[in-house]
């Protein structure tokens, strides 16, 4: 099940974490933590461009979840002290975490809207629901893909090429193999990458001209990939029958 299970929610506290987990787990639905690894060290860079903990789950539990969390926080929204930082948000500011639940926790997006209450502003959860639809046609837009990689991976391919046609062999050749096989990769993220939506939903990351692209680097590589290892194995053999 585990290799089912996708990115629901991240955090830098692990007690917050494991709070949510339990809400979650107490409800009946089955989600798992996970540490991710700090890619800058904080006392040298002054911070971490990742979370520590993630919060994993079947896709189709995300509405689910979402729901049970915002039930959850909905009661402790009246107990929160005055100082807290969404009480100096402005009505615009508000409204854009309600626009954006998938960038706030469940307790700031039910404390935004008491805050709305309180300012004259109902939010109905029809409201909600066409909020949660506009967002969505964004994030789902698929990205245009990096033409950086797509300059790598075309150079590793030719590099291969200039090495096929290249006569003789040495025994650090085989690093060669190496290129068709990054270029492969690379054409295989742009033609199967995915991203989670908000309510589970998996939807391609690029566009479909970029995953024909993909699926293409993706062919010319294994045809590269394919060709490298009969040199090798040729070479290899005529190489020790001298």
Not at 26 to 54: E, H, M
Not at 82 to 109: A, M, N, R, T
């Amino acid at each position: 099940m585990s290799e089912q299970l996708a990115d629901f929610k991240s955090f830098q506290n692990e007690a917050i974490a494991i709070e949510f987990a339990e809400v979650l787990n107490t409800a009946g639905v089955y989600c798992k933590i996970s540490k991710t690894p700090r890619f800058l060290d904080t006392q040298n860079w002054g911070g971490s461009s990742t979370p520590d903990y993630l919060i994993r789950l079947l896709p189709e539990d995300f509405t689910k979840a979402n729901k049970l969390l915002e039930q959850h926080f909905d009661a402790s929204v009246n107990e929160i002290d005055k100082d807290y930082y969404l009480f100096s948000f402005s009505k615009d500011e508000l409204l854009d975490i309600l626009y954006k639940p998938d960038e706030w926790g469940p307790f700031d997006i039910q404390l935004a809207k008491k805050l709305l209450l309180d300012k004259g502003i109902k939010i109905t959860e029809e409201d909600l629901e066409k909020l949660k639809r506009e967002r969505k046609s964004v994030l789902e837009k698929p990205e245009a893909a990096s033409a950086f990689l797509y300059i790598i991976s075309w150079f590793f391919l030719l590099i291969s090429i200039l090495y096929l046609i290249r006569k003789g062999f040495r025994q650090e050749d085989f690093i060669v193999l190496l290129f068709p096989i990054s270029s492969f990769l690379i054409g295989r993220h742009f033609f199967r990458d995915k991203k989670i939506m908000p309510d589970g939903e998996a939807v391609f990351n690029y566009h479909e001209k970029d995953r024909k692209a993909g699926k293409v680097i993706m062919q010319v590589a294994l045809i590269v990939a394919f060709l490298c290892v009969t040199k090798f194995i040729l070479s290899g053999f005529i190489f020790s029958e001298e």
